[in-house]
């Protein structure tokens, strides 16, 4: 067993330890069912924990992540995700969150091929052509990353409204509320974006689905 492996178990025993010296039942009320009111669907870079970045406990927020925090229609792991969250659990609000100096963004920026994951950037690359006279302005090399990760999150955000899931519960009357924010690796601070949607009026008409 390498050191590192028996490194986690150990921290894992410690863990339960303080828990547990802190509540008694503390296992216990967990087992007991989770009602959290925020879906968070952030990037899988490891310096990124959803639950440390604003302080919330576990059973306090249902968790999505991966490369670059993307609501593609056709991933069932992410829509599954989305409709347990809101069909189920009733969350109150979804946040989409992206990092600066997010690695898929910095791909998709480029061309050089770095294997499969080229296929799940070209979504990335999609939107810096949707953008690209804006992005093409910026002159800083570092300004127009961090632009492209911001519109990166503000158009997942639209895409997450798009999505019959989001747009039946608003139908029906639910409470909920998407949001875009960007964290910071080198602050520990979040950035909301001001895009923050809670009906489909802010959509195209032919984005806006009707129910019958």
């Known amino acids: 067993m390498s050191d590192f492996y028996k490194e986690i178990l150990d921290k894992n025993k410690e863990w339960v330890e303080t828990s547990l010296s802190k509540d008694p039942n503390y296992f216990k009320d967990l087992a007991k069912g989770q009602t959290p009111p ?3 669907i ?3 870079d490891s310096r990124v924990p959803a639950n440390e ?4 406990k576990p059973g306090e927020v249902f968790v999505h992540r ?17 409709d347990y969250a809101v069909n189920v659990l009733k969350v109150k609000h979804v946040i989409v969150c992206g990092h600066y100096g997010c690695g898929g963004v910095k791909a ?12 799940w950037i070209r979504h990335i690359k999609d939107i810096y052509r949707l953008h690209h006279n804006y992005l093409d302005s ?5 300004d127009r990353f961090n632009a492209f990760v911001e519109l990166n999150v503000k158009e997942q955000v639209f895409d997450l409204a798009k999505t019959s899931i989001v ?4 139908k029906h009357g639910q ?6 924010w960007v964290y910071g690796l080198n602050s520990g601070f979040v950035t909301d974006l001001n895009v923050n949607l809670s009906s489909d009026k802010d959509l195209d008409k032919v984005d806006q689905l009707k129910f019958t």
């Open 38 to 40: 925020l879906l968070w």
């Open 42 to 44: 952030g990037c899988s």
């Open 53 to 56: 970045i604003i302080g919330a």
């Open 66 to 82: 991966n490369i670059a925090n993307m609501v593609i229609h056709s991933d069932m792991n992410m829509l599954s995700v989305l």
């Open 108 to 119: 998709a920026m480029g061309n050089a091929s770095i294997g499969i994951i080229d296929n």
């Open 138 to 142: 910026i002159i800083n090399e570092d």
């Open 167 to 170: 747009q039946a519960a608003w």
């Open 175 to 180: 409470d909920l509320t998407l949001h875009g």
